[in-house]
């Protein structure tokens, strides 16, 4: 490639990261997602269905079926392993939303909680062991 043609392209833009959770049952972790943390379906895929995509605002999270356990024991829970971090621009939004789940009667890893690097958040506990963080800034 010659050096003029190098200058001229644009580097390419990442526009996105999915996390992909790993659930029992695929309808029942879809029900969670729509009813307790207000997403929405985007798709299901598979007949039986294996796989798909709940999405809120800008969120998204896949869910692939497993049908054996991936992780050994509570090891989730004890070493604090995330299975996606979601964040929200506004001090008052990671309040609000956290509120909101409560209301819901979700449960949670953590409750709401300030980090001495500045964010706020907390961690949501899936019906199959996915620890979900959602995340903002403290002030």
């Avoid at 043609?5 to 029942?28: I, N, R």
């Avoid at 997403?39 to 269905?49: E, K, L, Q, R, S």
């Avoid at 001090?91 to 819901?104: D, S, T």
């Amino acid at each position: 490639m010659n050096t003029q043609l190098k200058h001229a392209m644009t580097p390419p833009v990442l526009s996105g990261t999915e996390a992909q959770l790993y659930v029992t049952d695929l309808k029942a972790s879809c029900d969670f997602f729509t009813s307790k943390l207000g997403f929405t379906v985007d798709f299901v895929y598979g007949d039986p269905p294996f796989y798909g995509m709940v999405k809120r605002d800008h969120a998204r999270l896949c869910m692939r079926l497993v049908c054996e356990p991936v992780f050994v024991g509570n090891i989730r829970q004890r070493e604090h392993l995330l299975s996606a971090s979601i964040t929200v621009d506004a001090a008052a939004e990671i309040k609000q939303l956290f509120l909101e789940y409560q209301a819901a009667g979700v449960g949670f890893h953590q409750g709401l909680k300030k980090e001495p690097w500045g964010a706020r958040n907390f961690i949501v506990l899936d019906p199959d062991g996915n620890l979900i963080l959602f995340a903002g800034p403290a002030d």
